[in-house]
């Protein structure tokens, strides 16, 4: 059996237990399957909807009730609190996401910042009476770009140069690892923001997901990919001082290419005094 078939029996699994529970009224696959992007390195993300009296019933009962679909590895209650399960799988353990949501909360899909291809993609098993497929119906193929480009444009840049001053002052402080998180988690995260803003088209796609690097090996031009290499931090605190003087330099040079083409403002001035400052 390979990944892909693997990956099917442990859904084909869920599946039947769920609609054989009458706790569970509905099963949504919410991730990149329902898009049509699955392939064998692909997790599973799929929303469970469990009647309202059944909610902490079912949470207190979950990984027993995980067990049944393959040998777990890891079952745990993840970062964004709900249930995380990792299944025994070759060439690689398949991960699936287990979102427990009431099912009065179903009509609010339809706000969800999704983009599944088609109905049946997204809705694995409704058993509540239609809510959840109608719910869907309003989401295919929705745009997942920026709403607002000019205010996207002014969140981003602006994070962008307070977060740079932010870790060229830890730096000097010597709170080396402050630093080299923030830059990662802030500066880097905001420049790929600011590069997919600059590269329009494809590249704004799936805006508002927290992957922010999501799509820029096919979104941007080799020169930009070669100027967002050289931003990767060699050890040490010169390391990391180096990659942010160029990080800002980069930022710069981008945050002027889409004044110059969408004519909105920007923080010049504070761009400039930060790229002297990074740069000594």
């Known amino acids: 059996?390979?990944?892909?078939?693997?990956?099917?029996?442990?859904?084909?699994?869920?599946?039947?237990?769920?609609?054989?529970?009458?706790?569970?009224?509905?099963?949504m696959d919410y991730g990149s399957s329902s898009e049509g992007r699955a392939d064998q390195w692909s997790d599973l993300d799929l929303a469970l909807f469990v009647r309202d009296e059944d909610v902490e019933g079912f949470l207190n009962d979950w990984k027993r009730w995980s067990a049944q679909f393959g040998e777990l590895l890891?079952?745990?209650?993840?970062?964004?609190g709900?249930?995380?399960?990792?299944?025994?799988?070759?060439?690689?353990p398949l991960r699936v996401d287990f979102d427990v949501i009431p099912v009065s909360r179903a009509p609010s899909v339809a706000e969800w910042q999704n983009s599944p291809a088609s109905v049946d993609a997204m809705v694995l098993y409704d058993g509540g009476g239609g809510v959840l497929t109608a719910a869907v119906t309003r989401i295919v193929g929705q745009s997942l770009r920026p709403p607002d480009p000019p205010a996207a444009f002014e969140a981003e840049c602006g994070d962008f140069w307070y977060f740079a001053l932010f870790v060229y002052c830890k730096l000097q402080r010597r709170e080396h690892w402050v630093a080299?998180?923030?830059?990662?988690?802030?500066?880097?995260?905001?420049l790929l923001r600011l590069l997919r803003l600059e590269a329009g088209g494809e590249a704004l796609e799936h805006w508002r997901w927290k992957q922010n690097a999501f799509g820029v090996e096919?979104?941007?031009?080799p020169e930009r990919l070669g100027q967002l290499e050289a931003c990767v931090p060699e050890s040490g605190a010169a390391g990391l001082s180096r990659a942010l003087a160029v990080s800002v330099a980069l930022g710069a040079e981008v945050c002027a290419s889409i004044v110059e083409r969408e004519g909105w403002a920007w923080p010049s001035e504070l761009a400039g005094e930060t790229r002297a400052l990074v740069s000594t």
């Open 1 to 27: 059996m390979n990944a892909d078939e693997a990956r099917a029996a442990i859904l084909a699994r869920i599946l039947d237990s769920a609609r054989r529970d009458p706790r569970i009224a509905g099963v």
């Open 180 to 190: 080299r998180q923030v830059f990662h988690s802030e500066v880097v995260d905001h």
């Open 74 to 80: 890891l079952a745990y209650v993840g970062r964004y």
């Open 82 to 92: 709900h249930p995380w399960a990792v299944y025994r799988r070759a060439p690689v």
């Open 218 to 221: 096919r979104t941007l031009s």
